[in-house]
């Protein structure tokens, strides 16, 4: 690797001086500057930045770990967060700890080997990186959740206000008369602990409703999972009449499985999902989806670290609204499941 000591030699000056001249070329005389600067074109030479940050006593590299760097909504944040890192003169190491706290832990010790000065983090699900975690922080790294939030988790959080996002979805479904509305995912404390699925069964009960125990399975929130799971739903003898996807990945698995049923859409079953992909408004019909704010939660989540980097650290949890973006994938029920509906209404009073 060439050094700043090739570069001075190359140039005919002391290293002292090579130095200067990347850090303060207006105090060098022009022609000696003009010789280093050959000396670096010439030698492709890029100076070590995090050994500048250390000497300093401050890093200008700030970690991102998300969950899946190929889903749309990670993709926008991750975006967003360069964008506005790199404007504020930090850079950022991105990755990724697939959900899981295994991949997680691995993931953090490469991350710190690079001495991150903060960390914005989506956490994996599961305890494996509670405690390096909690090491990187009694170590001075800054550290702010996105996207969820582990349970009991000391550090400052960016999230989306998901229980009344999963209520406004229900409702809205309840609204166009759905009684039998299935989610994508059953809540699970170890495998599944999101406050979606969790959300979703209290939802439906403040409507009169109960979950039907054959809609229920946790699944992991790959669109292959709710393909599996949308096929399966949607061959019970009594199948919902609307599916509530809980994320834009799990959407995409339950819109290709009704196509491949030869079910459309919102004719035979209703179709609502979390995150506002660009499909949605490509298919006919187009997919009604409660859209996250990934930019302003992306943005929100920089301010908490420039000011934490910047001494005044941040301890409150910011919870921002999902906005309703209606289309054509929600109807009315078909005719036949509402007389069924309600003849099961009145067989249950019966008894």
């Known amino acids: 690797m060439t050094s700043i000591t090739d570069v001075a030699q190359l140039a005919g000056v002391s290293a ?64 967003t967060l360069s964008q506005e ?19 997680e832990l691995t993931e953090l010790k490469l991350l710190y080997g690079q001495r991150i000065g903060a960390l914005i983090l989506r956490p994996g699900y599961g305890d494996y990186s509670r405690d390096y975690l909690e090491r990187l922080h009694g170590r001075g790294v800054f550290i702010v959740q996105i996207d969820y939030r582990s349970p ?53 009960a403040e409507l009169g409703l109960s979950v039907d125990p054959a809609y229920e399975k946790v699944i992991f929130l790959t669109e292959e999972n709710a393909y599996l799971y949308t096929l399966g739903v949607m061959r019970l003898p009594e199948p919902p009449t609307a599916i509530f996807a809980l994320t834009g990945a799990s959407a995409a698995g339950c819109f290709r499985a009704l196509q491949e049923l030869g079910l459309k ?51 409150d949890h910011r919870v921002f609204p999902a906005r309703l973006v209606v289309r054509g994938s929600c109807a009315p029920p078909p005719a036949q499941a509402v007389v069924a509906a309600r003849a099961g209404t009145r067989r249950s009073r019966a008894r």
Request: hydrophobic share 40%; charged share 20%.
């Open 16 to 79: 002292t001086t090579a130095k200067r001249a990347l850090k303060e070329p207006d105090k060098l005389h022009p022609e000696t500057l003009r010789r280093v600067q050959e000396a670096v074109d010439q030698l492709h030479y890029e100076p070590d930045l995090r050994a500048g940050a250390l000497r300093g006593g401050q890093s200008r590299t700030v970690g991102v770990m998300l969950g899946s760097i190929i889903e749309p909504f990670f993709a926008q944040l991750a975006r």
């Open 152 to 204: 009991d988790a000391p550090y400052p959080s960016i999230m989306l206000d998901n229980s009344r996002a999963v209520r406004e979805g229900v409702r809205y479904l309840y609204g166009l008369g759905h009684r039998r509305i299935a989610a994508t995912g059953k809540f699970d404390a170890r495998l599944h602990p999101e406050s979606r699925s969790f959300t979703f069964p209290s939802a439906m």
């Open 265 to 315: 859409v919102p004719h035979d079953v209703s179709l609502l999902t979390f995150d506002n992909y660009s499909w949605m408004g490509l298919v006919s019909p187009g997919i009604t989806a409660l859209e996250q704010p990934a930019g302003d939660m992306a943005r929100a989540a920089v301010q908490m670290t420039l000011a934490a980097l910047g001494g005044d650290v941040p301890t």
């Open 85 to 103: 890192l790199r404007r504020s003169g930090y850079n950022m190491l991105l990755t990724e700890n697939e959900y899981q706290s295994e991949q």
